[in-house]
């Protein structure tokens, strides 16, 4: 007999970092319409497109059924359909085989874009088993903000866009497309209606840009220059905080005095931003107060990266916006599970001596290993070797930079795993393809571990397939197999239990809550100074010698270098209607956005002979792609723009679906990092084009 239509709530989640609260309508298992909560704390009724229609990704008919096993060659396509059991022994015999071997420092447990609670789950079997690497794409997403924030002022400060703000700083942050860590873009619009004022920093005229009182468009890679001017702005013109300054920073002067070589004449040189809008968008971001600096990832993308983000830090200090209202601000989780019990970090007290980047010299308080030092490891056995690989929710070949490097490092592995809800371009180089439950499917938590100071109740609302299971469940009975049980729960579900247990709420009472918020404590340093080793802000870093770190902000040079054969500067940006590298395969979504875009200034256009909808080839030092042009002046003459991501799930699985034809990271490279992260530049490439 039919079911009644019954509404659930739950939250939106696995189409970016996820946090729209959700009104789902579901009848027989299958949800009809999902509309926006209006009680969401973080969306309060907005939701965006590729929100709504999210559900079409549980029924696409190519999508994993079963557990597969390789029968060809590595990415060949041909797989024998096995049983759960079957699955589960064959990756534990390997995973422990090389264990015995090599140690079980050998085997590297790789996440992507943390989704839900699997990924501090899959950081619980890497220690349980005995590997410190948790390979992660951290060194080009949140860890360079967190961690040089940790540094610098004891905390990560996030944009507090829930109280009142006078002024938004959105840096290289496009919200109304990507809604990163939770930051709905709904949540930012209203503050611009409540009156907020808004200066944006980005390359491209983003909606965000349309709509600013100031658009500094900067030239791709020197955003660390921009804000050193910034910098140079409000200590020249003694606008800062000075009360603040006095009693709460370390190493004031020095700053000052370094700063002085970066006036705006030198600064515009160097980003192409004219001096006057340098002056007047520092004096508007000192004046509001409080004003909400709202960072975004493309910063993470050079290997300039911790002296961009350093600069940040400083400019949010010495204003006197760090840990006010509406300012940048420590969210304080609410009272739940730390980390370190969840992935039972005593079970590795040495990790951070022990992973391989570590071997690299990564800055203290990096917890996970930069792809590039992965691969070196696998290719080089370097600092030892590596020779498994158990990955979830990740793509590295369409993810990481340089992606035939990638492809090598696959294909000299002795064991690969991966859980996935569709066969990918990495997928298809695994031994064992395990076929995952997603959102709708299983309970899960939300937001945990990103330091916003807020989980989010993800309750199932739907079967999924007979086979699909949740990462949970796959790694809760793997970590049977290769590791004590006691770890490890009769019940999976179990985990959730354990997160919520300090707040005193089951699941259950968790989920008709809906979430849970940390308090809101401000200027909480009056009484207990900042978390760093001085008790201050350290504009300069008192642990610069011991870590081998730079002691203040500073611009050396370019990413890359100008190069008169490659003349016009790679950029990206993520597109609104995908995650990442994820379902290209989802009908809804690929009618939006067919083909990779690649947007080009008219003049420039005209120039190589192209027309909006011609096929462009883009080169750099490192290699070539064909993308379609998207002819448009939202970007600078000399930048263009190209789509990420990009693989073909309607190509041929026995070439792992045309990965290399339009895929960004052929264009990059893994040879020039930035020492603290490990990151690479993933843009500010120099490039040029030829109608394809
Ligand atoms: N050139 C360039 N490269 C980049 C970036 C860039 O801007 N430029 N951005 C970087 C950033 S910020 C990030 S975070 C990384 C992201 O890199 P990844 O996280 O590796 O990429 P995604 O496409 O988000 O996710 C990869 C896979 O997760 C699968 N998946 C989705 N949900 C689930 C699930 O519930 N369980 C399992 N097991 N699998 C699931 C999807 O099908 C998809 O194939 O890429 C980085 N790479
Ligand atoms: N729709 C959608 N949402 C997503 C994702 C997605 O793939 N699609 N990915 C998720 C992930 S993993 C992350 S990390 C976040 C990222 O979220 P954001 O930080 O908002 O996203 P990006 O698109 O990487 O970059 C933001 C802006 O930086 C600009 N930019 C590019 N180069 C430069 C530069 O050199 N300097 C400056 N100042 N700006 C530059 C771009 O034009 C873009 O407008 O979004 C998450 N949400
Ligand atoms: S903005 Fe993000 S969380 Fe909100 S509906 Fe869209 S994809 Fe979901
Ligand atoms: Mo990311």
């Not at 500073?554 to 890359?560: C, H, K, Q, S, V």
């Not at 990009?646 to 290399?660: I, L, M, N, T, V």
Request: aromatic content about 10%.
């Amino acid at each position: 007999m039919s079911e009644e239509t019954k509404w659930v709530k739950t939250h939106c989640a696995r189409m970016d970092h996820g946090g729209c609260g959700l009104l789902v309508e579901v009848k027989d298992n299958e949800i009809i319409k999902i509309k926006g909560n209006p009680e969401g704390y973080l969306n309060r009724g907005y939701t965006c497109y590729k929100g709504r229609v999210s559900a079409e990704r549980l029924s696409h008919p190519d999508r994993l059924q079963y557990p597969l096993k390789r029968m060809g060659e590595r990415g060949e396509g041909k797989w024998q359909r096995i049983s759960w059991d079957e699955a589960l022994d064959y990756t534990a015999n390997n995973l422990l085989r090389i264990k015995e071997k090599y140690g079980a420092r050998a085997v590297g447990f790789g996440v992507g874009m943390p989704k839900g609670l699997e990924h501090f789950i899959m950081i619980r079997l890497a220690n349980v088993f005995g590997s410190p690497n948790v390979v992660a794409s951290q060194d080009v997403c949140h860890a360079p903000r967190e961690v040089t924030g940790m540094h610098t002022c004891g905390f990560y400060p996030v944009a507090d866009l829930h109280n009142p703000t006078q002024l938004i700083l959105s840096w290289a942050s496009n919200v109304l497309s990507t809604n990163e860590e939770g930051q709905i873009g709904g949540t930012a619009l209203q503050q611009l209606k409540n009156g907020a004022k808004l200066i944006v920093v980005d390359p491209r005229r983003t909606e965000l840009a349309e709509k600013a009182l100031l658009w500094l468009q900067l030239k791709p890679g020197t955003a660390q220059a921009l804000a050193l001017g910034f910098l140079h702005v409000i200590i020249e013109e003694s606008l800062y905080d000075k009360e603040f300054v006095e009693k709460y920073t370390f190493g004031f002067e020095e700053l000052a005095q370094h700063t002085k070589q970066y006036s705006p004449e030198v600064v515009s040189e160097i980003t192409w931003v004219e001096p006057d809008l340098i002056r007047k968008a520092a004096r508007m971001y000192v004046e509001a107060k409080p004003a909400a600096l709202q960072w975004g990832n493309a910063i993470e993308h050079d290997i300039n990266v911790f002296d961009a983000t350093r600069s940040l830090v400083c400019m949010m200090a010495i204003t006197g916006n760090l840990e006010v209202p509406g300012g940048n601000i420590n969210a304080y989780e609410p009272k739940i599970a730390g980390l370190g019990e969840m992935v039972r970090a005593d079970l590795m007290p040495n990790k951070v001596k022990e992973m391989i980047g570590a071997y690299h010299g990564t800055i203290p308080k990096m917890m996970t290993v930069p792809p590039t030092y992965f691969r070196k490891a696998v290719l080089e056995g370097k600092p030892y070797p590596v020779r498994g690989y158990y990955g979830m929710c990740t793509n590295p070949l369409v993810a990481w930079a340089d992606s035939k490097l990638s492809y090598e490092a696959f294909k000299s592995l002795d064991f690969i795993a991966m859980a996935e809800i569709f066969m990918t371009p990495t997928a298809s180089m695994a031994d064992i393809v395990f076929p995952v439950a997603h959102q709708f499917e299983m309970n899960d938590i939300g937001h945990y571990g990103i330091g916003h100071g807020i989980i989010l109740a993800r309750p199932k609302v739907v079967d999924p397939p007979e086979e699909c299971w949740p990462d949970i469940k796959i790694m809760n009975e793997l970590g049977k197999r290769v590791s004590p049980s006691e770890y490890w729960h009769d019940n999976f579900e179990d985990f959730l239990e354990d997160l919520l247990k300090p707040s005193g709420l089951s699941y259950s009472e968790f989920v008709a809550k809906g979430y849970l918020k940390g308090p809101d404590r401000f200027k909480l340093y009056q009484e207990k100074g900042f978390k760093t080793p001085t008790g201050k802000v350290e504009l300069k870093l008192s642990t610069a010698e011991k870590f081998k770190l730079k002691p203040l902000p500073d611009f050396t040079a370019l990413p890359e270098e100008d190069d008169a054969a490659y003349p016009l500067i790679l950029i990206s940006a993520k597109s609104r209607y995908y995650l990442l590298s994820s379902y290209r395969w989802v009908d809804k979504l690929r009618r939006k956005r067919p083909d990779p875009l690649v947007e080009i200034h008219p003049e420039t256009a005209a120039s190589y002979g192209i027309n909006d909808g011609d096929k462009v080839v883009i080169e750099t030092k490192y290699g070539e792609i064909v993308q379609v042009a998207k002819v448009t002046d939202i970007v600078h003459p000399r930048v263009i723009s190209a789509a990420l991501g990009w693989w073909f799930p309607e190509g041929d699985a026995a070439k792992q679906f045309e990965w290399q034809k339009s895929n960004f990271n052929m264009l990059t490279s893994a040879g020039k990092l930035g020492k603290e992260f490990g990151t690479p530049n993933l843009k500010n490439l120099p490039c040029r084009i030829r109608k394809g």
